[in-house]
């Protein structure tokens, strides 16, 4: 089947032949320009002037002598008839701009539909008015108020802006095609003696339908539709919606030559399901390494694949085969989704998070915003520097970082003198500085030629920005700035480089118009892509557009993307339309109807149509994750017993217990998690100082016995230490606002019911303080084929008392306790069951204090939960079996029988053959910062 362009082609070469010399050709789009050129060459018969090719928005310009007026340019230039029109009622542009950019939107449409602008938007005031009327008289509240002087004020907003920008010789495109349509064609600029055509269009605005019209009445112009007579003489299919109008009107031009290739032609459908993004991808790169059509010379320049979302480019790209030969893509990505793209926003998320310190620091950063900015890959390339002096950073567990020393760290000279981070011309204005010298690095560099790319087209939309910020408004914010960015790099898009006419095709939905392939591949065929659901956020409802003013809707708006996708497939040979077979949320995921239209109405209307459909739902096998383990070699051996002669605290051994594999990390090769930057008060650090307190308050009681006027439960005391604490280990931390002011009175009230408990207890028992942070050292000599090993155990209780003569080794506990964790029914389970790693602990410290030269059993060990005063004190206690008629009572029994267990443990700590392995029991790994290093999922992810 012949392309649609080659019979153009073959249209305008007879008028080239025979002499004509001006002749412009308006496609739909400048990718089929490019075709077009290619054809026509081959239709030539001798030299001939080449004719002039413009797309539809190229020759309206053209036409008119206006230029394209920038939309975020007119989006200032809306705000600021805003500010004069509503004074002090004006909005900030933070929330003005979203609400602009629907207003923009609005009028191209108004526009193009050629609607009486002051007819429509008073219309529609009167309608919202309608809609707030209270028919009790009640006055309308001030936010109505102002929601009615809007709508009332889009007339002017529309005149103004529409006077503003033809004076400055810009129009939006709406605009334009209006203008030219409603002009003579004897003022139609670059018109006159030239032989025109218009080929490929089909979803005409009422502004470009008078254009043709006038162009086809007026200059003899040549329309040349490309329909075909399955969807146009079908008057329940939406894909002819617009051509069965112009057919039965003859406007803009009379309908010709329809042809019949969808029914006449032979052609195969393959219909695949595949489940999400990448999935689809290797679904094409299955295609075109393995179906019938790639063993035909020359297959490649006739196909093409086309991504329906955009956002399926990429793993696209990752799955075409190297073996099919070059390829060219057309479409490219937008900076937003390239490592340039986020390294502004980065950066503009630091500075809008900059906090003034005073005088002598100046302006800080928080430090994990600045890591964030650091690490990104463009900043890694081009500041490979800052890799070791941000891991230095991050060590010393600070919050802040202050300007001076980030200008230090990236080279100096980037922050100027008196730097406000929230002044958006100063921020944009150092921003520029930095991408550019981020730029020039990598273009000096070794990078990707997609990172260069992705870097230079950030310098663009940074200039851009810059020379905007130079004209905001005083009230403007970072914010401001943050939404600029982020909607030019929606717009902008990252090239990419290849021969336009060579290879296949990766191209867009929209650059298919008036293009031809015997092959294609169509991706995303879902129906919230395609159709999609046609709607665009607008201030104008669905029936004032439609039924009131006669402006395209959502039947209108869905025949498009109809014509599009029938139109592409009607000259095909070999159709594969792919779709995400896995179901989403209200609908999405769902196929498009288009195929279940082709699966019905073509097996029944097109017989030489042959519809085959697959749907890929096999899960690709995956090797079971073998079990993590570590032999114990020479060298595993002499790390374990360099970290036994360091010490084991009882923590270690509740993690040897829970998971050997998490022991030999943590313990013998002294893994530990990164230390983390808090700009919050987490558990740990509540912790310790609740834990300073109550060692502050009762190491002034050591050998004392406490009568309850010693301990002053009072609130403004506990503040006191408490900040003091802070003050002295984490003064960059925002005690008095947030989550934080929270957590801080949380810690004031764990306290003060803590002493007030303790009041009450020294009020009917008698309490001597003996130590607090008491440090506990013990070594047990362990049998082992190596030889005899000396295995030292450290701890540090919170606090030992002598209570009514009976010492209690105390251990504060700030989480939450179950006092059932701390019966201990079997001595042997205890150092074998996970679940026991609790009481394992105080056990533990039971030992320890029992190996001091000064203590002596029986006594009792025992947690004070914090967070519960009222179960103070909650001691290990034993089965009757192991121990004293008091089962809180630790004697002698007890502490042999846990000392031999505790052997037995090492012993095949030591063994050899007994290498570290995994824990077995997933719910050990919940908080385990190596579960991913172990294949293991953590649950609830």
Same mark, same amino acid.
């Given at each position: ?34 075709? &077009? ?106 936010? +109505? ?110 309908? @010709? ?79 937003? +989704? ?44 081009? &500041? ?290 990164? @230390? ?23 190491? @002034? ?42 957590? &801080? ?35 047990? +000599? ?160």
């Amino acid at each position: 089947m012949e392309p649609f362009l080659l019979d153009v082609a073959r249209q305008v070469a007879r008028e080239l032949n025979q002499g004509h010399e001006a002749v412009e050709v308006v496609l739909p789009s400048r990718r089929a320009g490019v075709f &077009f050129r290619k054809y026509l060459a081959s239709c030539i018969e001798k030299p001939v002037w080449e004719p002039q090719i413009l797309s539809i928005e190229d020759f309206v310009f053209r036409s008119t002598g206006l230029q394209k007026a920038d939309p975020v340019a007119s989006l200032f230039a809306l705000y600021h008839i805003h500010l004069s029109l509503a004074k002090e009622e004006a909005r900030q542009p933070d929330d003005f701009f979203p609400v602009g950019e629907m207003v923009l939107a609005d009028f191209d449409e108004v526009d193009h539909h050629m609607v009486d602008a002051e007819s429509l938007f008073e219309f529609l005031h009167e309608a919202r008015a309608i809609d707030l009327w209270n028919p009790d008289g009640t006055p309308l509240t001030s936010l +109505q108020q102002r929601y009615l002087t809007f709508f009332a004020s889009l007339t002017q907003y529309y005149s103004q802006l529409r006077e503003n920008s033809l004076a400055r010789g810009e129009a939006w495109q709406g605009l334009a095609t209006r203008l030219l349509a409603t002009r003579p064609v004897e003022d139609w600029l670059g018109v006159g003696k030239s032989k025109l055509f218009f080929a490929g269009f089909n979803a005409l605005t009422p502004a470009e339908e008078t254009l043709l019209n006038k162009a086809y009445d007026h200059l003899g112009a040549v329309v040349i539709w490309d329909v075909d007579s399955w969807y146009i003489d079908d008057p329940l299919q939406e894909a002819g919606l617009f051509l069965r109008r112009y057919r039965s009107t003859g406007l803009p031009a009379p309908v @010709k030559n329809i042809g019949n290739w969808l029914a006449g032609e032979h052609r195969n459908v393959s219909i695949i399901g595949a489940p999400l993004h990448v999935a689809q991808a290797r679904e094409v790169g299955n295609i075109l390494t393995s179906a019938p059509f790639t063993r035909e010379p020359g297959w490649q320049s006739r196909t093409a694949v086309i991504p329906a979302d955009e956002s399926l480019l990429l793993p696209l790209l990752n799955s075409i085969p190297g073996s099919v030969g070059p390829y060219n893509v057309t479409m490219g990505i937008p900076l937003r +989704q390239t490592p340039g793209g986020s390294l502004a926003v980065l950066w503009l998320d630091m500075l809008a998070n900059a906090r003034l310190t005073g005088e002598s620091a100046g302006w800080c950063f928080f430090l994990s915003d600045f890591v964030r900015v650091a690490m990104h890959p463009l900043m890694v390339i081009a &500041f490979q520097q800052l890799v070791p002096q941000v891991n230095a950073l991050v060590q010393t567990g600070r919050l802040f970082v202050v300007a001076d020393e980030v200008d230090g760290l990236l080279s100096g000279s980037l922050i100027p003198l008196n730097f406000n981070p929230h002044d958006p011309v100063q921020s944009v204005g150092f921003l520029s500085k930095m991408i550019a010298q981020v730029a020039e690095a990598i273009r000096d560099g070794a990078a990707d030629p997609f990172a260069r790319a992705s870097a230079d087209s950030l310098v663009a939309v940074i200039q851009k920005v810059s020379t905007l910020a130079a004209i905001l408004p005083p009230n403007a914010t970072l914010i401001t700035i943050r939404r600029l960015m982020n909607h030019l790099a929606s717009t902008v898009k990252i090239p990419f480089g290849g021969e336009p006419l060579t290879g296949i095709q990766v191209m867009g939905m929209l650059e298919t118009r008036a293009l031809d392939f015997d092959n294609i591949i169509l991706l995303g065929m879902n129906d919230d892509v395609i159709p999609g659901s046609g709607l665009t956020p607008s201030f104008i409802p669905s029936d004032i557009r439609t039924e009131t003013f006669g402006m395209a809707g959502f039947r209108e708006k869905t025949a498009v993307t109809a014509y599009h996708f029938y139109r592409l497939l009607q000259r095909t040979k070999n159709v594969f339309l792919v779709y995400n077979n896995v179901p989403g949320h209200l609908g999405k995921g769902d196929p498009s109807r288009f195929l279940l239209q082709i699966k019905y109405e073509f097996a029944k209307n097109l017989p030489h149509t042959v519809v085959t459909e697959e749907v890929r739902s096999e899960v690709p096998e995956v090797a079971a994750a073998k079990p993590v383990e570590i032999e114990k070699n020479d060298e595993v051996m002499a790390q374990l017993k360099m970290a036994a002669q360091k010490g084991f605290s009882p923590t270690s051994l509740s993690h040897l217990v829970e998971c050997p594999l998490r022991f030999y990390l943590m313990v013998v090769k002294g893994i530990r998690p990164p @230390k983390e930057y808090q700009i919050s008060i987490e558990s740990d650090l509540f912790g310790d100082a609740v834990h300073h307190v109550a060692e502050k308050v009762f190491g @002034k009681l050591i050998g004392i016995h406490v009568q309850p006027h010693m301990l002053k439960p009072d609130k403004e005391r506990v503040t006191s230490m408490l900040s003091g604490w802070f003050d002295e280990h984490r003064p960059d931390l925002d005690r008095g606002t947030g989550n934080n002011l929270l957590v &801080f009175q949380v810690a004031i009230d764990y306290l003060v019911n803590f002493f007030l408990t303790e009041q009450r207890m020294a009020a009917t028992q008698r309490i001597v303080p003996v130590e607090v942070e008491a440090k506990l050292r013990r070594t047990l +000599q362990i049998p082992t084929t190596d030889g005899v090993v000396d295995v030292v155990f450290e701890g540090r209780a919170d606090r030992i008392d002598l209570r009514d003569d009976v010492p209690v080794v105390i251990d504060y506990k700030t989480g939450t306790v179950d006092a059932a964790a701390f019966n201990v029914a079997d001595m042997q389970e205890l150092v074998s069951n996970p679940k026991q790693a609790k009481a394992l602990q105080l056990m533990t410290y039971a030992w320890l204090s029992a190996g001091s030269a000064w203590f002596s059993p029986p006594f009792r060990c025992a947690v004070w939960p914090l967070r519960a005063p009222s179960k103070a004190l909650i001691p290990l206690s034993f089965n009757s079996g192991i121990g004293h008629n008091d089962d809180s009572l630790i004697g002698k029994m007890q502490l042999d029988l846990f000392e031999e267990q505790l052997q037995a443990l090492l012993v095949t700590l030591f063994d050899r053959g007994q290498p570290f392995q995994q824990t077995s029991d997933a719910d050990n790994c919940r908080y385990c910062p190596f579960v991913e290093m172990c294949n293991r999922v953590k649950p609830g992810r």
